[in-house]
Nanobody, 123 residues
Framework: QVQLVESGGGLVQAGNSLMLSCKAD????????MGWFRQGPGKDREFVAS????????YDGDSVKGRFTVSRDNAKSMVYLQMNSLKPEDTALYFC????????????????WGQGTQVTVSS
């Protein structure tokens, strides 16, 4: 399994932006798909976005599409989540995850997880 460390969370006012980063402890190869998930208070962990080795992206269409952008830098073993126009309902612990294989929106399909970074959006 790959070790992942997230950073970039914080407290922001609604309408502002944050960029989350995720660093892997080894260089990615072409088998790795990277995902971002979040878990709000009292909620299940939910899919936010994912990016394949080649840069193909998938987003949760209902909640974040058009506001969040996922990207990766394979040479640096980094994955990013740019979050714009943040809303109070985006408040959650955000996790980076990795899996070998094609894109999946299911948390159970990801074998490696970071510890999470807290994002709090005030109204």
């Amino acid at each position: 399994q790959v070790q992942l460390v997230e950073s970039g969370g914080g407290l922001v006012q609604a309408g502002n932006s944050l960029m989350l980063s995720c660093k892997a402890d080894r260089r990615f190869d072409s088998t790795y798909t990277m995902g971002w998930f979040r878990q709000g208070p009292g909620k299940d962990r939910e899919f936010v976005a994912s990016v394949s080795w080649s840069g193909d992206t998938t987003y949760d269409g209902d909640s974040v599409k058009g506001r969040f952008t996922v990207s990766r830098d394979n040479a640096k073993s980094m994955v990013y989540l740019q979050m714009n126009s943040l809303k109070p309902e985006d408040t959650a612990l955000y996790f980076c995850a990795a899996r070998r294989g094609v894109v999946s929106t299911s948390p159970s399909e990801y074998a490696s997880w970071g510890q999470g970074t807290q994002v709090t959006v005030s109204s």
